[in-house]
């Protein structure tokens, strides 16, 4: 059965209907004559590459932004939203990708917060918030522990917090902006869980995502996006992730990579007993050692927080190393700065974007140049040499395919997957022995991540070391030829990928040894 | 000339029409008489201010006398902020060159002046760069809030200074003030109009901006400057030592205002007063925020500001009381600070959800 176009007089039947959604932005045509129909009671998958229109669509219909053209229904009645009040007023709530939550405050302060339980006086009435949160909590199975400080809980949690907050608001009608971006594999399925009770409970549910696996995993319908146009509206039974990822990309696509056989060469990074600490000064790498040898790539698998950014940032040099060496190339960089380390062969794609692989305000051009900016040939006794930088600039975007080709325009002015093409284009261009590479498709669509995917596996082509810590298993078994897993600060154990299952993986990532994860997952 | 960079120079000079309007309304408000006799008042009031900073050479060189100290200034603080530093304390570092350059320049007398004159500019940048240095290596090493350290610094410098005119290096006479500077260190003249004089410290001051541009937008030390200021954590990911330009930039921008302070003293006075700065240091600031740290934005805001304060005395002949000028700064500064604003007057608040 195909997907149901409903007719008007059906819409008394849908949670949403947006007909003809147009929305202008400055340069881009972000929805372009956009129609959604949203059954009520049902989860709603709407997928999409970045820049394809899904969030633009969602915020319009959360009063964020408003239309150009169009009308908005709900059930069946039309509205017009024009900011985030008239949403809830109807029973609408969004659960952001980045949480608005507030660090120091409890579970039950956080969710009351904006709608606030009170006593004589005006006064915050504590003892009540707690009651209605824990009521709630209960009525819908999400289990959260009310008193709890929301920066001592886990991001799986704080996110089911934001749901509640929005059922606390007496919402029926959920928004989920790419909620698993953040979540390990369990959390990932807990939260399919809650989402499947949510279903039972009458709400509707729209989840966008670009992660085709879930999408047929939870969902009921599926709307895909491209370029600002619905591309396809199918019901999820009779779809497939590759006819989905065709309709997102608008062409065949590779899902899994396909890696050539390689003899790995010799050593260039060898890690003995590191020890680092974390930003309270608590230790969180505790002694790791591992070794690194030509076109190899090494996998490192872990939930995040589990030691690898402090690791990460410790081999290339920003992060003071408490014990150990570091040998890389022969020589030991245990106490060198970032600029010795980037002299001696280590590129780097930082796991954290806007904080440190980019400077947002500079142009992509100057961007290309960081790192490099202080000899030639970008410059040439002390001043910038604006020609090279522009020619070297200009090659790299047309190699690497940033959009727009632009050099000239801020960093911040790009999408996501062209800023991370940016920057990989840059650490690409250092020619290094070795390279550090963190989270490199976080928050990418699947065209940008089959590309960063096709270059690294290039760069093991060419003999460099890399060193590829991911929180996606997957990304991590179809690329990594040994893995290491890390827990609490510790390496749980080598394996290949062959050998391993993901959800042995994600057993190890939790903390069991590779004996222990293939006893539980055999029972 | 992108959308970017046209509204970094539409804003100040929008903002200064805005406040020359309202000043108009209160001018056309204090005047008496009929409409048009208010009118004729305004008018009055504005070609006075216009004659009063350019009607002849004196004015115009009154007006250059006053601008050169506000472009130096407004270079220190708006190279700082470059490099995302607040430099409130060039008042202290232009103190600080000034007595340094001046105690230098009194004991010059044996060398010829093309030695005298570059050396005690030396001096007193490099006065100034410690002074500055000191809270940029606070900083860097400690975390210690550069706005709280280079105010303190400034009462220390202010304490110094007056301890310097009034005790040990006092030239008599009741006023605290030093000794005459040695002749062979005085800035010859550019310009002279009957009694008054002006140096050539102008043109050294368009030369520090000339050099201040070629820095930010020519050199990698610009690069790294600019980098650090806009996010320190990319900077040190890209290999670049954020203490050491930290405290680079601090020590290049009390460098700029002890300049000013030496440009004072050999140019203008040939002594230095205790209470020479009388805020031209802070005057900085507004000046760094007109001209968008900009070095040529800051040659341009100097003008500005030196026209008004000059041009502010003859207004009040025409029974304009001066503080009218004041008002007028603090609308321009309030108004550039506050640019949103600008751009809700303008309409150029784009319909939220444009990217």
């Given at each position: 059965m195909p997907f149901h176009i409903p007719q008007e007089e059906e819409y008394k039947d849908y949670a949403v209907v947006m007909k003809g959604i147009v929305k202008q932005f400055p340069k881009v045509?972000?929805?372009?004559n956009v129609d959604l129909y949203i059954k009520r009671g049902e989860i709603h998958a709407i997928v999409g590459e970045n820049g394809a229109g899904k969030s633009t669509l969602m915020n319009q219909l959360y009063g964020l932004y408003n239309a150009d053209a169009g009308k908005i229904l709900i059930n069946g009645k039309e509205i017009a939203i024009d900011n985030p009040k008239d949403a809830i007023a109807v029973g609408i709530g969004m659960v952001h990708q980045h949480f608005m939550l507030v660090g120091p405050l409890s579970v039950a302060e956080n969710i009351v917060l904006g709608d606030e339980p009170t006593k004589k006086f005006n006064l915050f009435d504590l003892k009540r918030a707690r009651r209605e949160v824990k009521k709630i909590s209960e009525e819908y199975g999400l289990?959260?522990?009310?008193?709890?400080?929301i920066e001592d809980i886990s991001v799986g949690t704080q996110q089911r917090v934001e749901i509640l907050k929005t059922l606390f608001r007496g919402a029926d009608i959920l928004i989920l902006d790419e909620p698993t971006a953040v979540l390990t594999p369990q959390e990932t399925e807990e939260l399919f869980v809650v989402l499947r009770n949510l279903q039972n409970d009458g709400k509707t549910i729209i989840f966008i995502t670009h992660k085709l696996n879930e999408v047929i995993a939870v969902s009921n319908n599926v709307t895909v996006m491209r370029g600002g146009k619905v591309t396809g509206q199918i019901p999820t039974k009779e779809t497939s992730t590759r006819e989905l990822a065709n309709m997102m990309v608008g062409r065949e696509v590779l899902l899994r990579v396909e890696k050539e056989k390689k003899e790995a060469g010799e050593k260039v990074l060898e890690v003995q007993d590191l020890k680092v600490n974390d930003n309270r000064d608590l230790p969180a790498v505790k002694g790791v050692s591992f070794d690194i040898r030509k076109g190899e790539i090494l996998g490192i698998a872990g939930v995040a927080g589990n030691g690898q950014s402090e690791l990460e940032d410790a081999l290339t040099g920003l992060r003071k190393k408490i014990a150990g060496t570091v040998t890389f190339n022969g020589v030991d960089i245990s106490t060198a700065t970032p600029r010795d380390i980037r002299e001696a062969g280590m590129s780097h794609i930082a796991a954290d974007r806007y904080k440190y692989a980019m400077v947002k305000e500079f142009t992509v051009a100057y961007n290309i140049a960081l790192g490099r900016h202080y000899k030639q040939p970008f410059a040439d006794g002390g001043f910038l040499n604006h020609r090279k930088i522009n020619a070297i600039s200009k090659e790299l975007v047309k190699k690497f395919d940033v959009r727009p080709p632009e050099i000239q325009l801020s960093a911040e002015n790009l999408s996501g997957g062209n800023q991370q093409k940016m920057v990989v284009a840059r650490e690409f261009d250092y020619n290094p022995l070795c390279m550090v590479v963190?989270?490199?498709?976080?928050?990418?669509d699947i065209g940008a991540i089959e590309f960063i995917h096709s270059t690294i596996l290039d760069l093991r082509q060419e003999d460099v070391a890399i060193l590829l810590i991911s929180m996606e298993l997957e990304e991590i078994l179809s690329l990594s030829d040994r893995i290491l897993v890390m827990y609490e600060g510790q390496i749980m154990g080598e394996v290949t990928p062959d050998e391993v299952t993901m959800e042995e993986l994600g057993l190890m990532m939790a903390g069991s040894t590779l004996e222990e994860a293939r006893s539980e997952a055999d029972e | 000339m992108n959308k970017k960079q046209w509204m970094r120079v539409a804003i100040p000079i929008i903002s200064i029409i805005i406040s020359l309007l309202i000043a108009s309304i209160i001018i056309i408000w204090i005047g008496e008489g009929s409409f048009t006799d208010r009118i004729d008042f305004l008018v009055e009031a504005y070609t006075q201010l216009i004659k009063g900073a350019f009607g002849n050479k004196t004015a115009v060189m009154n007006t250059i006398i006053k601008m050169t100290p506000l472009i130096l200034t407004g270079l220190a603080v708006g190279f700082g902020f470059r490099a995302g530093v607040f430099n409130i304390g060039a008042e202290g570092q232009m103190a600080m060159g000034a007595l340094t350059a001046t105690i230098f320049a009194v004991n010059?007398?044996?060398?010829?002046s093309f030695i005298a004159i570059p050396l005690t500019m030396i001096v007193g940048m490099l006065a100034g760069a410690v002074w500055a240095g000191i809270a940029g290596f606070l900083k860097a090493t400690t975390g210690a809030h550069e706005v709280i350290s280079t105010i303190m610094l400034n009462w220390i410098a202010y304490n110094i200074t007056n301890w310097a005119v009034t005790g040990p290096f006092n030239a008599g006479g009741g006023i605290p003030k030093s000794p005459e500077i040695a002749s062979s260190a005085k800035l010859p003249n550019l310009l002279t109009s009957q009694a008054s004089f002006m140096s050539f410290g102008i043109l050294i001051a368009i030369t520090a901006a000339v050099v201040m541009y070629i820095i930010l937008y020519k050199t990698s030390m610009g690069y790294e400057v600019k980098a650090v200021g806009f996010n320190p954590f990319a900077a040190e990911y890209g290999g670049i030592n954020v203490s050491k330009n930290i405290i680079v930039t601090m020590a290049i921008s009390g460098a700029l205002a002890g300049l000013a302070g030496t440009l004072e003293a050999?140019?203008?006075?040939y002594r230095f007063y205790g209470t020479l700065s009388s805020g031209k240091g802070f005057d900085g600031i507004s000046i760094a925020l007109i001209g968008q740290n900009n070095p040529f934005g800051i040659l341009a805001a100097s003008l500005l500001i030196g026209a008004l304060r000059t041009g502010s005395n003859q207004m009040q002949f025409a029974g304009v009381p001066k503080h009218i000028v004041m008002i007028i700064q603090s609308i321009i500064i309030f108004l550039v600070a506050a640019e949103r604003m600008v751009m809700t007057i303008m309409g150029w608040n784009k319909k939220k959800g444009a990217k």
């Open positions: 045509l972000a929805n372009d289990k959260v522990d009310v008193d709890a400080k963190s989270q490199p498709t976080r928050g990418l | 010059a007398a044996s060398l010829p050999t140019g203008l006075y």
